[in-house]
């Protein structure tokens, strides 16, 4: 008699095969046009020059993004026991999704509506809110890919969708920095950019309606919040290779304290206007387009730890560059090689999660991992905003750096690739073949 669990598993992987193909072209769908506006508000360009003119001074820059990674360190945890105890989670992601998006919209008619100085509050408000849902998101997107998609297509996949938002974010910064930004459209060209944002990133939402979620083989039952923070020692205990891995993470992230001041620093040694600002943010937007694609491939081949390692290595690379750099041209290669090595490192932890251990406790290894990541960046940014002020921009980037390369060499000599050891258990990996 067959394993009733066996049974269940098996028709899952077969629905998986079944709709592999629609699933595959509703996530590049969405990221097409659903992933404009969470691409303009990350980049490193538009919200920092946009708090800065609000307030005037750096702390203000570094207070809005830990706002915003605070909200994302919040989150997760919550957002995994939302979903664990549930079969299929995708209409907890389109809920979700459409809360994210409404953070931007608020994010625009705050600058655009309110009186001096609520569009600085405001700003900080829905900076922060979008944080506490991009947290969320996180699990669950991670989690519905995990799902969908099997781990030897994913790597093309987040290249080719990371590849389409990044071409849709690249024309819309370009068209914003010289027809919204530079003649102030609507009396707040930033704004208008924002708002923008909110109208195609809605629209990309719409993607994800035809994505066929299989029902979970097997799902945790409901569990409070507390009781699964209480189980956390255990989980990382039953695993030092994943431990050692969101260690590395956190301490990379680390990093992050200096990205709100790279498009400051530049304003230092170049004029920066409305023009050369999407300039530099198309160069970014560009880069961490092309890169994806390349990341991706890579990764199917070489796994998610290496592309974590090469994609720091070029991060780190181009801060040194950025500091070195006097004129425009340079700045647009320096922030093409931030665009590069921070969308490969973000591709590498968002995925290499994957990769740790049984689906059963998938949910709660991504809050994890996402939370303190996101603690240390929050922390980071606050202490990056009062480093900036108190010494110079080229102290929080050293610092920087520090942490990161302690990073690389936990990553390096520490963590083991997680892939190997999944070939290991099931034989030599087998192509998955489109079906339907």
């Given at each position: 008699m067959r394993n009733p669990d066996t049974t269940a598993e098996a028709a899952f992987q077969s629905d998986v095969r079944r709709n592999l193909r629609r699933n595959y072209l509703a996530h590049l769908g969405h990221g097409l046009l659903g992933q404009t506006g969470m691409r303009l508000i990350n980049a490193p360009t538009f919200v920092p020059v946009y708090i800065a003119s609000l307030a005037g001074f750096d702390a203000a820059v570094g207070l809005a993004r830990g706002l915003q990674y605070f909200g994302m360190f919040l989150s997760p945890v919550f957002g995994a026991t939302v979903i664990e105890h549930r079969r299929r989670v995708l209409p907890v992601g389109l809920w979700v999704g459409v809360m994210m998006r409404v953070q931007i919209l608020g994010l625009a008619l705050g600058g655009l509506l309110l009186p001096e100085p609520w569009p600085l509050v405001s700003a900080w408000l829905f900076l922060g809110l979008f944080g506490v849902f991009l947290g969320i998101q996180g699990v669950v997107f991670n989690f519905l890919v995990a799902k969908v998609i099997p781990v030897e297509r994913r790597g093309v996949l987040m290249g080719l969708r990371n590849f389409l938002a990044g071409l849709t974010?690249?024309?819309v910064a370009l068209f914003a920095g010289r027809t919204l930004i530079q003649p102030g459209a609507l009396g707040n060209g930033y704004s208008a950019t924002f708002l923008l944002a909110f109208v195609l990133t809605s629209l990309?939402?719409?993607?994800?309606?035809?994505?066929?979620?299989?029902?979970?083989?097997?799902v945790r039952?409901?569990?409070?919040?507390?009781?699964?923070?209480?189980?956390?020692?255990a989980l990382l205990r039953s695993d030092p290779g994943f431990t050692r891995y969101f260690i590395a993470r956190a301490l990379a992230v680390s990093g992050r304290m200096g990205v709100p001041y790279y498009v400051l620093y530049a304003g230092t040694q170049i004029e920066l206007t409305g023009s050369r600002l999407g300039e530099l943010t198309a160069a970014f937007l560009l880069a961490q387009s092309a890169g994806n694609l390349f990341w991706g491939l890579a990764a199917d081949r070489r796994g998610f730890r290496a592309i974590f390692i090469a994609s720091l290595v070029l991060w780190i690379s181009a801060v040194l560059l950025l500091m070195g750099?006097?004129?425009?041209?340079?700045?647009?290669?320096?922030f093409g090689g931030l665009g590069a090595g921070l969308g490969g490192f973000?591709?590498?932890?968002?995925?290499?999660?994957?990769?740790?251990?049984?689906?059963?406790?998938?949910?709660?290894?991504?809050?994890?991992?996402?939370?303190v990541s996101e603690l240390v960046a929050a922390i980071c940014m606050g202490l990056g905003g009062v480093l900036a002020g108190a010494w110079s921009y080229r102290a929080v980037f050293w610092i920087a750096i520090g942490f990161q390369v302690v990073a690389l060499a936990v990553m390096t000599f520490l963590v083991d690739e997680p892939?190997?050891?999944?070939?290991?258990?099931?034989g030599s990996p087998h192509k998955v073949r489109w079906e339907g």
């Open positions: 974010a690249t024309a990309g939402l719409l993607s994800l309606l035809f994505v066929r979620e299989p029902a979970s083989p097997q039952s409901p569990s409070r919040v507390g009781r699964r923070l209480r189980e956390l020692p750099s006097n004129e425009f041209t340079s700045f647009v290669f320096v973000q591709m590498s932890t968002q995925n290499l999660v994957l990769e740790f251990g049984s689906r059963h406790n998938l949910p709660m290894r991504i809050a994890v991992a996402n939370s892939r190997r050891r999944r070939n290991a258990r099931a």
